[in-house]
């Protein structure tokens, strides 16, 4: 029989070769949790389209009205006069039955001409609330087309009217004091069922901005005059 002294002599002796065996486990260890490591992520590479899609986070949604594009220049004369006052501006209402003023008010006085400010076919003529109502609906505008609106007129056309720029409409009614303080006509502009600033569509030099032109060459020599 051995004695204490050689078991645990040769404990001593084993023991160098058992650490050496736990660090080679530890290093297999290791190298098999990389190995699946690895393996998962070469496997969420390959999620379909759709996974992927619903796994990236979404923006925030668009505000409303984002979606609708400008109103298109296409104005080319005032309603009435050749640079009326705006008697009130365009006010949008914070919420859709709210209040504000959705068109703008031009000054005017009774018995004027209201003009088409663009193109369009009339697709109204008539009375609503007591008063003479004419709508024209503008061309090259999309769908639905951009209509103007103008009250209170005594119209002189009919519905279904074709009308060019300047086309007398009718005439402002007398009772043009509907809510101004002084005569006025007013003016709206609806894009679908919204009402838009009809004021949008003028151009600026129609705003009273000047427009561009060409100035002559400083220095430039002048030519004698032809006799």
């Given at each position: 029989m051995r004695s204490g002294r050689d078991r645990s002599r040769m404990t001593y002796e084993r023991l160098p070769r058992l650490r050496g065996v736990t660090c080679v486990v530890v290093r297999v260890t290791v190298l098999l949790v990389l190995a699946c490591s690895s393996v998962g992520v070469a496997g969420a590479g390959r999620v379909g389209p759709e996974r992927r899609a619903a796994a990236l986070?979404?923006?925030?949604?668009?505000?409303?009205?984002?979606?609708?594009?400008?109103?298109?220049?296409?104005?080319?004369?005032?309603?009435?006069?050749?640079?009326?006052?705006?008697?009130?501006?365009?006010?949008?209402?914070?919420?859709?039955?709210?209040?504000?003023?959705?068109?703008?008010?031009?000054?005017?006085a009774p018995g004027s001409p209201v003009?088409?400010?663009?193109?369009?076919?009339?697709?109204?003529?008539?009375?609503?609330?007591?008063?003479?109502?004419?709508?024209?609906e503008l061309s090259g505008t999309g769908a639905p087309p951009l209509r103007t609106t103008y009250e209170p007129v005594r119209p002189t056309l009919k519905k279904g009217a074709r009308v060019t720029t300047g086309t007398t409409l009718g005439t402002v009614e007398s009772a043009a004091r509907f809510h101004c303080p002084t005569a006025c006509i007013h003016w709206g502009l609806l894009k679908a069922d919204t009402y838009v600033n009809p004021l949008s569509l003028l151009p600026p030099w129609l705003l009273g901005h000047a427009p561009s032109r060409l100035l002559p060459l400083t220095g430039a020599p002048v030519r004698p005059p032809s006799r």
């Open positions: 986070p979404s923006g925030p949604e668009p505000p409303p009205g984002a979606g609708e594009g400008r109103v298109p220049v296409v104005g080319r004369a005032w309603p009435v006069g050749v640079r009326p006052s705006v008697v009130r501006g365009w006010e949008p209402p914070a919420t859709e039955y709210g209040a504000g003023h959705r068109g703008v008010d031009l000054a005017t003009r088409a400010v663009a193109p369009g076919r009339v697709s109204f003529a008539g009375r609503v609330g007591g008063r003479g109502v004419v709508s024209v």
